[in-house]
C-alpha cells in the first residue's frame, strides 16, 4: 500500500473574522492509493491556515496555504505508512 500526492490546488481561502493578518483556507489534495496493484483516488478538503506578514502577495499567501496542507499530507502519509514489523 503506497500513498501519492498527486494535485493540490487551493479550493477556497478568507481572512480570518476576528484575528488580524490570519488567512483561513481549504486546500484540495487529491491522492492515489495502491492496494494490491489496483489504483483507489482519494480527494481530501485540508483546512489551513497562515499569519500574513506585510511583504506577502496574493501569491504569496495561496502558496503558504498550500505548503502548509502538503505539510498535512506529509504527516498523514508517514502515520499511514506500513511498518516493518
Do not use: C
Request: charged share 30%; no cysteine; proline share 4%.
Amino acid at each position: 500500500m503506497s500513498f501519492e500526492l498527486v494535485d493540490i490546488a487551493l479550493a477556497e481561502r478568507h481572512e480570518h473574522p476576528h484575528l488580524h493578518n490570519r488567512i483561513n483556507g481549504k486546500v484540495r489534495a487529491v491522492l492515489t492509493e495502491t492496494i494490491d496493484g489496483h489504483e483507489q483516488r482519494h480527494e481530501l478538503m485540508i483546512p489551513a491556515w497562515v499569519e500574513r506578514s506585510q511583504e506577502m502577495d496574493e501569491a504569496d499567501v495561496d502558496l503558504a496555504l498550500m505548503v502548509k496542507a502538503a505539510k498535512i499530507v506529509g504527516r498523514l502519509r508517514e502515520r499511514l505508512a506500513p511498518t516493518s514489523d
